[in-house]
């Protein structure tokens, strides 16, 4: 079983960065295309941004694009997310996830897609 682990949400002001980590432990983490999804209170979970194997290929969603910043360390086993210029609207659940059996340098956006989550880390921007 594959278990996923966030760590580094805090409660932060606006305009401020974050690094948001996740560390992977069993399976095969360069094999693992990775997502950053959030929830925030009363609203559904969306996409936030994603990595392919190797880290050839980023995607990010508009409302976080030129400001959150992806990467992955396959030696470490982690999934980082850098948070920059924090807004109000960034406050939610962070969600790290894990999808196995893709090809080198397809991205997935969808929560339907992933096949493992980590338990979440609470991000508060205050304004």
């Known amino acids: 079983q594959v278990h996923l682990v966030e760590s580094g949400g805090e409660l932060v002001q606006a305009g401020d960065s974050l690094r948001l980590s996740c560390a992977v432990s069993e399976g095969t983490f360069n094999n693992y295309v990775m997502g950053w999804f959030r929830q925030a209170a009363g609203k559904e979970r969306e996409f936030v941004a994603a990595?392919?194997?190797?880290?050839?290929?980023?995607g990010y969603a508009d409302s976080v694009k030129g400001r959150f910043g992806i990467s992955r360390d396959d030696v470490q086993n982690t999934v980082y997310l850098q948070m920059n210029s924090l807004k109000p609207e960034d406050t939610a659940v962070y969600y790290c996830?894990?999808?196995?059996?893709?090809?080198?340098?397809?991205?997935?956006?969808?929560?339907?897609?992933?096949?493992?989550w980590g338990q979440g880390t609470q991000v508060t921007v205050s304004s």
């Open positions: 996830a894990a999808k196995t059996g893709s090809f080198f340098y397809t991205l997935y956006t969808h929560l339907v897609d992933y096949d493992y």
């Open positions: 990595i392919s194997r190797l880290g050839v290929r980023t």
